[in-house]
């Protein structure tokens, strides 16, 4: 049951790194893509490390359960620093002029 659901984690993990890359990708500005950068990347880290933290968990060692702890520190210390890194980087492209999409408006829309 245990590899049942550290698979689910990581494959998980895995899906929203892939919908992160895919996100940098095809988002049409840098606000954009650091969003989806910033979210997608905390999110598929957590999902990760939570599993290999519980496959760790196997035999119930003393051992395993400190890697384990420290595993889940790790992905805590992500979490919270994740989206202070993600801030300064879009504040660094605010200050430097970058300009967030707009939708280019064609002759038969109206001006809001």
């Known amino acids: 049951m245990i590899n049942i659901l550290t698979s689910f984690l990581v494959v998980a993990g895995f899906f929203f790194f892939f919908a ?15 969003h989806a950068a910033g979210k997608g990347d905390a999110f598929a880290s957590l999902l990760m490390l939570a599993g290999l933290a519980l496959y760790n968990l196997n035999s119930f060692s003393v051992n395993e359960i400190f890697v384990s702890v420290k595993i889940i520190l790790i992905a805590m210390f992500t979490i919270l620093t ?10 660094a492209g605010f200050e430097s002029g970058a300009k967030p999409w707009t939708k280019e408006k064609t002759d038969g829309e109206k001006q809001l």
């Open 82 to 91: 994740s989206a202070t890194a993600t801030h300064a980087i879009v504040d």
């Open 20 to 34: 992160t890359a895919i996100g940098i990708l095809r988002f049409p500005d840098f606000y954009s893509r650091m």
